[in-house]
């Protein structure tokens, strides 16, 4: 069973940058398609950003140009770099690993994008 723990939100003015990070434990993570979700108050949770174990990605437009989804199988590791960040990219950013229709998810991590 996998583990996830995700790091690296905050308060960030706009046009500013975060990297988030998610840590898997429990499992190799290579072998996942692995994603980053946000969900804002009053909204569903939406697909950021997703890659295959095979290395193919996928973003949502909002973000295009702007976000890259990386990962880092030696370390276990999933991230998320945010450039040119705008109020509207204010949520909870949650870290997801997929095998087949099995899915595990991170806690959570708190992006606040406010002057």
């Known amino acids: 069973q996998v583990q996830l723990v995700e790091s690296g939100g905050g308060l960030v003015q706009p046009g500013g940058s975060l990297r988030l990070s998610c840590a898997a434990s429990?499992?190799?993570?290579?072998?996942?398609?692995v994603g980053w979700y946000r969900q804002a108050p009053g909204k569903q949770r939406e697909l950021v950003a997703r890659?295959?174990?095979?290395?193919?990605?996928n973003y949502t437009d909002s973000v295009k140009g702007r976000f890259t989804i990386s990962r880092d199988n030696a370390k276990n590791a999933v991230y998320l770099q945010m450039n040119s960040l705008k109020p509207e990219d204010t949520a909870v950013y949650y870290c997801?690993?997929?095998?087949?229709?099995?899915?595990?998810w991170g806690q959570g991590t708190q992006v606040t994008v406010s002057s």
């Open positions: 429990g499992s190799i993570l290579s072998i996942y398609s």
């Open positions: 997801n690993v997929r095998l087949g229709k099995k899915d595990t």
């Open positions: 890659r295959s174990s095979g290395g193919v990605t």
